[in-house]
């Protein structure tokens, strides 16, 4: 899947291997000769023709490139820089960051675009910046952020076709949005949808004569055909893709292809044919260090030959894996590595290991799934301090031209004195208004709930029943409508809004079953399905309710933070701390402060 959301960037046009070697020596050559704006061409080009080959020397060049254009107050360039680090960091796997620079970059053109309303140059900029930005954010789980950016470069790409009927970078940008909307809806699980999108997209483009988007349309037509088991649609349609990409030499789409015949390969059980595609896969993206590829492959290749009976080989290929998946934290690949490693370990009969592994790949889930509903906030956070490194580089870039004009100018001491005076103040105030807006951000979790809190407050009295737990997350595999499970939800909000069970840091899943009269293995499978819980994540969720409303009430002042969590039914503090801070976003401190 990321192979095929890494292909929707609008990225630099690209040369053959010997090509960029060639000109980058020259390039490099003769940067240092070259001074002002005449450096920023060069300076650009370099990081377009690294950014295939080593996004870390892409990134350095496009970091300059930046400098270079800020200094010189050019807004074109600031913009087609801001572009170039936001794609570089997607390859690196930094969405957050690649998604600050698009952010900046679309704050200039919708301003650019204010004053100029009928430009086409940044119209057609703006339209890709926002399919980069909702490809980032369908990447990172924000699908409602990431379908308004889609539809948002829609609506400038449709308005500029009605004036430029014959450009074909428009159409390839609206077929690459179709394949993005598309995508969105697989991703939701209406496939049928999906592929009505995806093959409009394929339509438009054959049309067109526009191979690469043939290619990516293949892809993601094949991607759906493997999740509706129709093997053989997907296999031609990898091929034909494969073929074309080949003509094309792009590597990292290339190196996709490959990974995708060898998961068709994988799922007919021709073990030998997908481990030398994945094999092949997994030497491009090892050449282009691309993170997501290389964990992702070997995690393939440790599960065939866990398949294949090869359980030593399997083993070091998974740990490689998940310490890749790790280290680059890509959540989604640890959790897939650790249910790998389980079964692994299952097979090995170390049922110790295995159960380790198992209870990390839980772990995960759970992290995953709450991963969402912190993006916003780990967003603005990474916002900040990644904002704040990037001012204290270019306060001492600046420094550094503080200096060199000290020297060669000794008579505008007390200017340069000034305007290092200056630039210090924006940076600060830049950090107060920063740690505001973080202070605001929490400041609002705690005003939300306190607003929950409330309208709790207003039902209980007015006798309505609800149900206090958390939501169950996705379909569940017991029958809803079912009357036993009706029954069964009924007796436990009944017995939890009376009695209040998880009040007690004791209580025990057969004590419940005792009181509403059902057995322990069918009420723990119940909660598993229901609320993708397991029991004591799922009690601590109403002992946290519990603490809340604890906390927001004056009442209570007098008892200590601990004493709040000792009330809800909790027996450690580190379990109330981690508990309340994961589920409602700050600590019980911060919120007991801030409630006011």
């Not at 094949?222 to 296999?235: D, H, K, P, Y």
């Not at 393939?300 to 310490?323: D, K």
């Not at 920063?434 to 939300?448: E, F, G, L, P």
């Amino acid at each position: 899947m990321k192979y095929l959301i890494l292909l929707l960037l609008l990225l630099f046009s690209s040369s053959t291997s010997a090509q960029n070697s060639l000109l980058t020596d020259s390039l490099e050559n003769r940067l240092s000769a070259l001074h002002g704006e005449e450096r920023f061409k060069p300076l650009y080009q370099l990081a377009k023709l690294y950014s295939r080959t080593d996004p870390d020397k892409s990134l350095k060049y496009a970091k300059e490139s930046y400098f270079l254009a800020d200094s010189l107050q050019n807004d074109s360039l600031i913009i087609s820089s801001l572009n170039a680090l936001a794609i570089i960091h997607f390859y690196l796997g930094e969405n957050f960051e690649g998604l600050k620079f698009l952010n900046m970059m679309i704050t200039i053109l919708e301003q650019k675009i204010s004053d100029h309303p009928e430009s086409i140059y940044y119209k057609r900029i703006i339209s890709n910046a926002y399919n980069n930005a909702g490809t980032i954010l369908s990447d990172i789980g924000e699908i409602e952020e990431a379908i308004g950016k889609f539809f948002s470069a829609e609506k400038f790409a449709s308005e500029l076709l009605n004036d430029l009927p014959d450009d074909v970078d428009l159409f390839d940008l609206k077929i690459m949005l179709y394949n993005n909307i598309g995508l969105l809806f697989y991703q939701t699980g209406n496939q049928d949808k999906g592929l009505e999108f995806l093959e409009i997209a394929l339509e438009m483009s054959e049309q067109n004569e526009l191979i690469e988007s043939i290619a990516l349309s293949l892809n993601n037509i094949g991607l759906i055909n493997v999740s509706q088991n129709r093997l053989t649609e997907a296999f031609e349609n990898y091929k034909r893709a494969l073929k074309i990409n080949h003509l094309t030499g792009d590597s990292i789409t290339i190196g996709g292809n490959l990974h995708n015949l060898g998961w068709v390969y994988e799922k007919r059980m021709m073990y030998d044919s997908a481990l030398f595609h994945y094999n092949n896969s997994l030497d491009i993206s090892k050449r282009l260090k691309y993170q997501y590829g290389i964990s992702n492959t070997l995690r393939s290749i440790g599960f065939i030959q866990t398949e294949m009976g090869n359980l030593g080989p399997a083993e070091r290929v998974l740990e490689e894996a998940l310490s890749i998946a790790v280290n680059s934290g890509i959540m989604e690949l640890q959790e897939k590595a650790y249910k790998n490693l389980y079964e692994l370990f299952q097979k090995k009969g170390d049922y110790k290991l295995a159960n380790e592994y198992q209870d990390k790949y839980h772990q995960t889930t759970d992290s995953l799934y709450n991963l969402k509903s912190s993006n916003q906030l780990a967003y603005w956070q990474t916002r900040y301090e990644t904002e704040k490194m990037e001012m204290e580089n270019l306060a001492l870039h600046k420094n550094n031209e503080i200096q060199q004009l000290k020297i060669t100018r000794k008579n505008s001491h007390m200017l340069l004195l000034i305007i290092a005076s200056v630039a210090l103040l924006v940076f600060v105030v830049i950090i107060l208004v920063m740690y505001r807006q973080k202070d605001r951000a929490y400041r609002n979790i705690v005003r939300k709930n306190m607003e929950i809190v409330a309208v709790e407050k207003q039902l209980y009295k007015s006798s309505l029943k609800t149900t206090e737990g958390p939501e169950p997350r996705g379909a569940a595999s017991i029958d809803e409508n079912d009357i036993e499970n009706e029954t069964l939800i009924e007796s436990l909000e009944e017995y939890l809004t009376d009695e209040k069970p998880y009040l007690s840091p004791n209580i025990t899943l057969n004590e419940i079953c005792k009181h509403i009269n059902t057995n322990r293995s069918y009420l723990s499978k119940f909660i598993n399905h229901h609320f993708h819980l397991n029991f004591n994540t799922w009690i601590n969720s109403y002992r946290v309710k519990e603490a809340r409303r604890l906390l927001s009430e004056q009442h209570y002042d007098h008892i200590s933070i601990e004493g709040i969590g000792e009330l809800a039914g909790f027996n450690s503090k580190a379990t109330f701390h981690a508990s309340f801070k994961k589920s409602i976003g700050v600590t019980p401190y911060y919120y007991r402060q801030k409630r006011s």
